[in-house]
């Protein structure tokens, strides 16, 4: 009866070793995540390119700035 005990727990033994190397093993595959080089290299999602900024007309605060001294008289000293 003791040899038998001694025989499953050396087979017991030996799966555990396995199963622990093997775990191991998978473990170490997947915690090394993949790395993924990404090309930069032109506008591959839009053909055309980007709007400009919407027309808006004269700029009437740079008009009044300068045509303020046209409307005044001139100072003779």
């Not at 005990?5 to 473990?27: E, F, G, K, P």
């Not at 080089?37 to 032109?42: K, T």
């Not at 700035?65 to 005044?72: E, M, N, S, T, Y």
Request: glycine letters at 6%; zero cysteines.
């Amino acid at each position: 009866m003791a040899r038998r005990s001694r025989v499953y727990v050396l087979i017991l033994l030996v799966l555990a070793v396995t199963l622990s190397i093997v775990y191991s093993a998978s473990v170490q595959d997947t915690a090394v995540p993949e790395i993924y080089e990404i090309d930069y290299q032109g506008p591959e999602t839009h053909s055309l390119p980007p709007p400009g900024l919407p027309y808006r007309g004269p700029n009437l605060a740079n008009w009044r700035k300068r045509d303020a001294g046209r409307d005044r008289n001139p100072v003779h000293g």
